[in-house]
């Protein structure tokens, strides 16, 4: 039998590492904000890219240098649904949409999930995709 975890708050730190201007402590995200901000990491990070965990991440970027077109599109959506469902155990119910868009060479990603443990309502992200050179 699996074992479901409750969860009662999320906290992270910002990425950003400015500090308050009066505290001077970094800023902290917390529930809906954390994890969209771990999500967004999950997708965008490229395995072999974090140090001891070779494994994590998506392989998005991979794709994005091929044809933007519908099956891109949906390699693209296995990819980032894999790899959130690998590396996110605070979410379920997760949905991914991709909608190429040859004109712009992007794609619009849209990410939907429920947060385990708590009772917020089903979180939305949208982003855009762009191949990118290093």
């Known amino acids: 039998m699996a074992v479901k975890r409750t969860s009662r708050a999320f ?3 910002s990425l950003s590492f400015e500090p308050h201007p009066v505290t001077k402590d970094f800023p902290i995200l917390k529930n809906e904000s954390a994890i969209r901000r771990s999500v ?4 965008l990070t490229i395995p072999t890219e974090k140090f001891f965990n070779s ?3 998506s392989d998005v970027y991979g794709s994005l240098f091929e044809f933007v077109d519908f099956g891109t599109a949906s390699i693209i ?6 790899s959130i469902e690998n590396f996110e155990p605070r979410v379920n119910n997760i949905g991914v949409d991709v909608f190429p868009s ?3 060479n992007t794609f619009e990603v849209t990410i939907s999930y429920d947060i385990i443990g708590q ?3 089903t979180q ?3 982003f855009l995709l762009e191949a990118t050179r290093y």
Do not use: A, C, H, R
């Open 11 to 13: 906290k992270d730190i």
């Open 40 to 43: 967004k990491n999950i997708v």
């Open 55 to 57: 494994l994590f991440g």
């Open 77 to 82: 959506q296995q990819q980032i649904q894999t």
């Open 102 to 104: 040859p004109d712009e």
């Open 119 to 121: 009772s917020f309502p």
């Open 124 to 126: 939305e992200y949208t």
